[in-house]
T-cell receptor, first 114, second 114 residues
Framework: DGGITQSPKYLFRKEGQNVTLSCEQN?????MYWYRQDPGQGLRLIYY???????QKGDIAEGYSVSREKKESFPLTVTSAQKNPTAFYLC?????????????FGPGTRLTVL | AQSVTQLDSHVSVSEGTPVLLRCNYSSSYSPSLFWYVQHPNKGLQLLLK??????LVKGINGFEAEFKKSETSFHLTKPSAHMSDAAEYFCVVSDEYNTDKLIFGTGTRLQVFP
């Protein structure tokens, strides 16, 4: 099955710890994205990457870091500098060669800081 | 700046009755518009997209949306609600300057009563 996988589904972290969320896709998409979702709000873009070894900040990049060493993988690290990290995190991907720019989403990771 | 406004945060309908979820957008050009659905603790699934080929867009699960430029609206409808339609729905517009950016509405929670 082609798709996007995120792991783990639920993650608990103590304050002051860094934590890394996994995102893998086998759709052969060029671009990958990380979003944060809070209750009652739409999704907000954290980081995105169009090509291996390159990525750009989104609207709320502070306190987060990413890497793109492989086309299939785009892990997100939530650092201790992120003031309010408890949220639902969604990864997405897009085929840059497609005519329209819809994004395809993974199932999400719910991060809770204790 | 572009924006998306979902006019109702909650909509409740009875099973078998029509569904109307309202969305207005602001954009200085002819935008790409999307509706996504999110079931609890799941990722987002694309319902349909407007790409200027036709103003009435048909999507999955019996949903459709009509693009009305004069009203800057892209309302989502379904003739007959099903219990499985209960979810959160997001209206989304593509950023006119950066195709990597999607601008999300704050969502409409649809409840379906038996």
């Amino acid at each position: 099955d082609g798709g996007i996988t995120q792991s783990p589904k639920y993650l608990f972290r103590k304050e002051g710890q860094n934590v890394t969320l996994s995102c893998e896709q086998n759709l052969n998409h060029d671009a990958m994205y990380w979003y944060r979702q809070d209750p009652g709000q739409g999704l907000r873009l954290i980081y995105y990457s169009q090509i291996v070894n390159d990525f750009q900040k989104g609207d709320i990049a502070e306190g987060y870091s990413v890497s793109r060493e492989k086309k299939e993988s785009f892990p997100l690290t939530v650092t201790s500098a992120q003031k309010n990290p408890t949220a639902f995190y969604l990864c997405a991907s897009r085929d840059l060669k497609a005519l329209y720019n819809e994004q395809f989403f993974g199932p999400g990771t719910r991060l809770t800081v204790l | 700046a572009q924006s998306v406004t979902q006019l109702d945060s909650h909509v409740s309908v009875s099973e078998g009755t029509p569904v109307l979820l309202r969305c207005n957008y602001s954009s200085s050009y002819s935008p790409s518009l999307f509706w996504y659905v999110q079931h609890p603790n799941k990722g987002l699934q694309l319902l349909l997209k407007y790409t200027s080929a036709a103003t009435l867009v048909k999507g999955i699960n019996g949903f459709e949306a009509e693009f009305k430029k004069s009203e800057t609206s892209f309302h989502l409808t379904k003739p007959s609600a099903h219990m499985s339609d209960a979810a959160e729905y997001f209206c989304v517009v593509s950023d006119e300057y950066n195709t990597d950016k999607l601008i999300f509405g704050t969502g409409t929670r649809l409840q379906v009563f038996p």
